[in-house]
């Protein structure tokens, strides 16, 4: 099966980069370099996760998260937000009371964000079926997922 991801991000060198972590026959990245690109394009594609930026210069990726999330055909697509906010009390706070499926911090490497990755998909996509680290390092999950 293949995979479609929504990345979410203002800065073009990330998405180069996140293209690269997941460049994998299963998966079609599909990028946005704005909100209303971003809310465009989730509208076509459908995609089975997405990846947010919290900060970018148009809107923030807390209101590209509201406005998707309020779209009844998103209700059940993971969201895996992004923040090069490295404060822990900053990130504490403003991830602590959301709904978010999960959240990466910048800078990242390859392992943690493709665990995330098929631990949102519930897939072994770049691992081969081997077993996953519960918790990857620099990535929290604020909420346990529904089903």
Same mark, same amino acid.
């Given at each position: 099966?293949?995979?479609?991801i929504?990345?979410v ?5 990330i ?9 994998h026959k ?5 990028s ?5 690109e ?7 594609t ?7 930026d919290?900060l ?9 998260? $509201?406005e &998707? @999330?309020?779209d009844p055909a998103?209700k059940?697509?993971?969201i =895996?937000?992004?923040? *090069? ?7 504490m ?12 911090t910048?800078?990242f490497d390859? $392992?943690t &964000? @493709?665990?995330?990755?098929e ?5 072994? =996509?770049?691992s081969d *079926?081997?077993?996953q680290?519960a ?9 346990s997922?529904?089903?």
């Amino acid at each position: 099966m293949s995979y479609t991801i929504l990345y979410v991000e203002d800065e073009p060198a990330i998405i180069e980069l996140v293209h690269d972590i997941l460049e994998h026959k299963d998966i079609q990245l599909v990028s946005a370099c704005s909100a209303a690109e971003g809310i465009q394009k989730a509208r076509e594609t459908k995609p089975h996760l997405m990846m947010l930026d919290v900060l970018m210069p148009d809107r923030s990726g807390w209101s590209i998260y $509201n406005e &998707v @999330r309020s779209d009844p055909a998103f209700k059940d697509v993971p969201i =895996i937000m992004l923040t *090069g906010q490295l404060h822990r009390y900053r990130i504490m706070k403003e991830f602590s009371h959301s709904a978010i499926d999960a959240y990466i911090t910048k800078p990242f490497d390859v $392992n943690t &964000v @493709r665990q995330e990755i098929e631990k949102m998909l519930g897939v072994p =996509i770049w691992s081969d *079926g081997k077993k996953q680290s519960a918790q990857p390092k620099n990535s929290r999950s604020p909420k346990s997922r529904k089903k």
